[in-house]
C-alpha cells in the first residue's frame, strides 16, 4: 500500500484545476486528528468553533489564542498529512499588522500549523497580505463570518441580495489579490457559489454555499451528531454520536451502581503465595504494634 504524501499547497491548487474536490474537517484534539488522519482529509482545520463545541460558550468570540493554541498543538501530534490551519481567534489579528503577523507567527512556530485562517473582507484583507508577505500562507473567510455575527444581524445566511453578494465577491477578489491560498464561504446561497467559484483562482471550501465550491468543510461535532447545541441547516449528520455516548456512559453508570464493573477480566491477579504472605504480615504487624493496620482503631485519638 503506498503512504500517503502530506497535502500541499500546490497539490490544493491543482486540484481546483482537476474539478477534484477538497476535503477539510475542525478538529481540536488528538484522537479527533488521528480520526481525520485515517479518514485521509485533505485539512483540518482548528477551528475557533471550539469556543462553542469544546469549551461551551455560546459564540466563537469568547476564545484566547493561547486556548486556541493548546487545542491545535494537541491537533498537531494527531496529524501526518492533511494540510494543518489554525484559526486566529477574534481580537488576535485586527489591531495591526504586526499583531496579525505576531498571532500567525505563534500558530507556526509553538502550534505546528501550516496555514493560519482569518475572517472577513475589509480590514482583514491588510492583515492577510501582512501575513502572506511574513511567509505564513492565508486562508480566508468570507460570508456567513461567526466572529462578527452580531454586525451581520445574527447567525443567517449573507448574499442574499445584490448589494451583499457584490461584497462576498468584492471580498473575496480582494481576499485572492491579497495573496491567500484558499477561501471559505459560509451560509451563502448556492447560484452565488455557482457564480462566483469559478471567477476565483484559488479553491473556494464551502460551508453551506452549496455543491459548486471546490470542497466542503464540516465542524466535527456536527458531522458526527455529538453536539447537543443549534444545527445549521446545511449540517449533515454522519453520525449520531451524541446518543450512542449517552448510552455508553449510562451503561457504565448502572454497571458500576450493579457491581456489575469491574468483572474479573478487568482487573490485576496475586500469586496466592504472595497473597498469604502479605496476610500473614497483616496479622503479624497488626499483633506487634496492636492495630497498626487491623487493630481496634475507634480508641485512637486524631
Ligand atoms: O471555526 C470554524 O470551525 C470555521 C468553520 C466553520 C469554517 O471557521
Redesign the pocket.
Known amino acids: 500500500m503506498s503512504e500517503r504524501k502530506p497535502v500541499t499547497l500546490p497539490q490544493l491548487a491543482e486540484m481546483k484545476l482537476n474539478s477534484e474536490p477538497i476535503v477539510m474537517v ?1 478538529a481540536y484534539d488528538y484522537p479527533s486528528a488521528e480520526v481525520a488522519e485515517a479518514a485521509g482529509v485533505d485539512l483540518v ?1 482548528v ?3 471550539a469556543a462553542m463545541t469544546v469549551l461551551g460558550h455560546s459564540s ?1 468570540t469568547p476564545v484566547s489564542l493561547d486556548e486556541m493554541l493548546v487545542l491545535a498543538k494537541a491537533v498537531r501530534r494527531g496529524l501526518r498529512t492533511p494540510l494543518l490551519v489554525g ?1 486566529l481567534p477574534f481580537g488576535s489579528y485586527e489591531r495591526s499588522d504586526e499583531q496579525a503577523i505576531e498571532t500567525a507567527t505563534r500558530y507556526v512556530k509553538e502550534a505546528g500549523c501550516d496555514v493560519v ?1 482569518l475572517e472577513r473582507g475589509g480590514a482583514s484583507v491588510e492583515r492577510a497580505r501582512a501575513i502572506v508577505r511574513a511567509g505564513i500562507p492565508v486562508m480566508g ?1 468570507v460570508g456567513l463570518t ?1 466572529q462578527t455575527a452580531t454586525a451581520l444581524g445574527g447567525y443567517r445566511a449573507q448574499g442574499r441580495t445584490a448589494d451583499q453578494a457584490v461584497q462576498i465577491a468584492e471580498e473575496a477578489k480582494a481576499l485572492q489579490e491579497a495573496g491567500c491560498f484558499a477561501i ?1 464561504f ?1 451560509a451563502v446561497p448556492a447560484a452565488l457559489s455557482e457564480v462566483l467559484v469559478p471567477q476565483l483562482a484559488i479553491p473556494v471550501i464551502g ?1 453551506g454555499a452549496g455543491a459548486a465550491t471546490d470542497g466542503q ?1 464540516l ?1 466535527w461535532h456536527d458531522l458526527l451528531g455529538i453536539y447537543g447545541g443549534h444545527t445549521p441547516k446545511f449540517v449533515k449528520r454522519y453520525a449520531e454520536l451524541r446518543g450512542q455516548m449517552i448510552e455508553a456512559v449510562g451503561a457504565y453508570t448502572a454497571d458500576v451502581r450493579h457491581r456489575a464493573f469491574p468483572a474479573p477480566e478487568h482487573t490485576y491477579s496475586i500469586d496466592p503465595e504472595e497473597l498469604e504472605a502479605f496476610k500473614r504480615y497483616l496479622e503479624q504487624s497488626s499483633r506487634a504494634s496492636e492495630g497498626a493496620f487491623g487493630g481496634d482503631w475507634s480508641a485512637t485519638e486524631i
Do not use: A, F, M, S
Request: proline share 7%; glycine share 6%; charged share 25%.
Open positions: 475542525t482545520l477551528g475557533d468553533t466563537t484559526d485562517k473567510h461567526p471559505v459560509e460551508i468543510v465542524v
